[in-house]
């Protein structure tokens, strides 16, 4: 298997814009987890979802955060309007169940919004 | 919500010393991973140890539930073995990881 996939590695973008990061879990795993990391702030557990379901997404800064996961293969997390705090790197990670789970990270994506 | 420690929060080893990353976490915990973020970012889980003892080569984990911390071990350290390592915890009846701030280790060659 690949690994977690992430979209784009890097992405520069203008404060307002909108803006989508992608992930792919590894095939047959049932959680995926979105992760923020920043210097102030370090790593910090943005939702997960279980089989395609949001579980806690008590994570996500604000309103301007969404997330879904359309299928077993596919996430995305947009940012709407983005702001120049939202700089940092975003990591996804999948996992098979819930109890002595590993969980798998992707590369992540670096956010520079100015 | 439950609090999680990490000390020494730097480390400057030289090559082939050894060296013990400590985890407090403030609650009691039904999952404990390690983790080791490399200089290029990514992240790798080493060790799934609520409890007990785990070796991997050079690595080694031991968790005390009961005193609520967890001990990274790393014997005959090398170059890459630097970057930062991440203790995440998920408390008893919890659905959040929460990591620590991380421990920075550089090993001189």
């Known amino acids: 298997d690949a690994g977690v996939i992430q979209s784009p590695r890097h992405e520069v973008t203008e404060m307002g814009q909108e803006v989508t990061l992608r992930c792919k879990p590894i095939?047959?795993?049932?959680?995926l987890f979105w992760y923020r990391q920043t210097m102030m702030r370090g790593l910090e557990l943005l939702i997960y979802f279980n089989n395609n379901v949001p579980i806690d997404d008590s994570g996500m800064p604000e309103d301007r955060f969404s997330a879904k996961m359309p299928n077993a293969s596919f996430s995305t997390l947009k940012i709407q309007p983005s702001e120049p705090r939202d700089s940092a790197v975003y990591f996804c990670a999948s996992s098979f169940g819930w109890g002595p789970e590993t969980q798998y990270f992707g590369p992540g994506t670096r956010l520079l919004v100015l | 919500g439950i609090q999680v420690e990490q000390s020494p929060p730097d480390l400057i080893l030289q090559e082939g010393a050894n060296s013990t990353l400590r985890c407090n976490f403030s609650d009691s915990v039904n999952n404990l991973q390690w983790f080791h973020q490399n200089p290029w970012g990514q992240l790798i889980n080493l060790f799934y140890?609520?409890?007990g003892t785990k070796q991997n080569g050079r690595l080694s984990a031991t968790t005390v539930a009961t005193e609520r911390y967890s001990l990274l071990y790393i014997s005959s350290s090398q170059t890459t073995d630097s970057g930062v390592y991440f203790c995440a915890v998920r408390n008893t009846g919890g659905f959040k990881t929460i990591f620590g701030a991380g421990t920075r280790l550089f090993v001189k060659a």
């Open positions: 140890i609520p409890s």
């Open positions: 095939s047959g795993h049932d959680y």
